[in-house]
C-alpha cells in the first residue's frame, strides 16, 4: 500500500512517515500543494494524506483539481481548523475523510485502515452488479454512477456510502452505526460527518434534495435508502 503525504510541517512529516513504514505502507511526501498534485497525478497511491494549509496551492485547490482530473484515491484531509464549515467544505470539494490537528496518531492509523479496506461494503447485504433507482444507475463493478444517462461524479466514501445503503435499502440504520460499517471506527459525538455526506448524495442523485424520496430520514434514528 502506497500512501502519499502532502504535508508541510517538516516534523510532522517525519513522524507521519515513520510511523506509517512501521506499520508496512510505503510512503511519498510533497511539502507543497504544487508538488503534491503532481505526485498524485504522475503515480499511482493507495490514499492520500492531505493538509488544508499548504505552500504555493492549498489542500481545497489540491482535492478539487484531482477529483476534477478523474483521479478517486481516498483522501484524508488534515486540518488545524475546528470549524465545521471548513470541514464541510473538504468533503463537498470530494475528501473521504477528515481529521483536526492536533490528533493521536493511533486514531490516523485507524482512518488510513478503515479507508484502505478493499470490500466495497462491510455488510451481509446483497449488492447487485448493477442497480437503477429513478432516473439513476449504479454499476458496481465498475464504481460508476449515472443519473439521466451523464456521469455522476462520487468521491470514494460517498460511493461506499451509497453502496451500503442499496445493498441494505429498507434498513434503518443509525449515524453510529453508518461510521462502523461505512468508514469503519466508532462515531465521535460531534460528528457530522454522515450527515454531510448523506447531504451530498441526495444533492447529486435525489430529484429534489430537500424532498428526497430514496435516501430518506427517519428522524430520531437515522437514514434509509428505499426504492419506490
Not at 502519499?4 to 506509517?20: A, N, P, Q, S, V
Not at 453508518?178 to 460527518?193: F, H, I, K, N
Request: aromatic letters at 8%.
Amino acid at each position: 500500500m502506497r500512501i502519499l503525504i502532502i504535508e508541510d510541517e517538516e516534523g510532522l512529516i517525519i513522524t507521519l512517515t515513520d510511523r506509517l513504514r512501521n506499520e508496512g505502507f510505503d510512503t511519498v511526501s510533497a511539502s507543497d500543494g504544487e508538488a503534491g498534485y503532481r505526485l498524485a497525478c504522475e503515480q499511482n497511491f493507495d490514499l492520500i494524506l492531505l493538509d488544508v494549509m499548504l505552500p504555493k496551492k492549498n489542500g481545497y485547490d489540491v482535492c478539487r483539481d484531482l477529483r476534477k482530473a478523474g483521479n478517486s484515491t481516498p483522501i484524508l484531509m488534515l486540518t488545524a481548523k475546528g470549524e465545521t464549515v471548513d470541514k464541510v467544505v473538504g468533503l463537498k470539494l470530494g475528501a473521504d475523510d477528515y481529521l483536526t490537528k492536533p490528533f493521536e496518531v493511533i486514531e490516523l492509523l485507524a482512518r488510513v485502515e478503515a479507508l484502505l479496506r478493499r470490500s466495497p461494503v462491510n455488510s451481509g447485504g446483497v449488492l447487485p452488479e448493477r442497480f437503477a433507482f429513478g432516473a439513476v444507475n449504479v454499476d458496481n463493478r465498475r464504481a460508476e454512477v449515472l443519473k439521466d444517462g451523464k456521469p455522476v461524479e462520487l468521491s470514494a466514501m460517498e460511493f461506499k456510502l451509497l453502496q451500503f445503503l442499496i445493498a441494505n435499502q429498507g434498513e434503518v440504520h443509525s449515524r453510529d452505526r453508518l461510521l462502523d460499517e461505512v468508514w469503519g471506527y466508532d462515531a465521535m459525538p460531534s460528528t457530522r460527518t454522515v450527515d454531510v455526506h448523506i447531504a451530498w448524495l441526495r444533492q447529486k442523485l435525489e430529484e429534489n434534495p430537500r424532498h428526497p424520496v430514496f435516501i430518506r430520514t427517519v428522524h430520531g434514528i437515522g437514514y434509509m435508502f428505499q426504492d419506490i
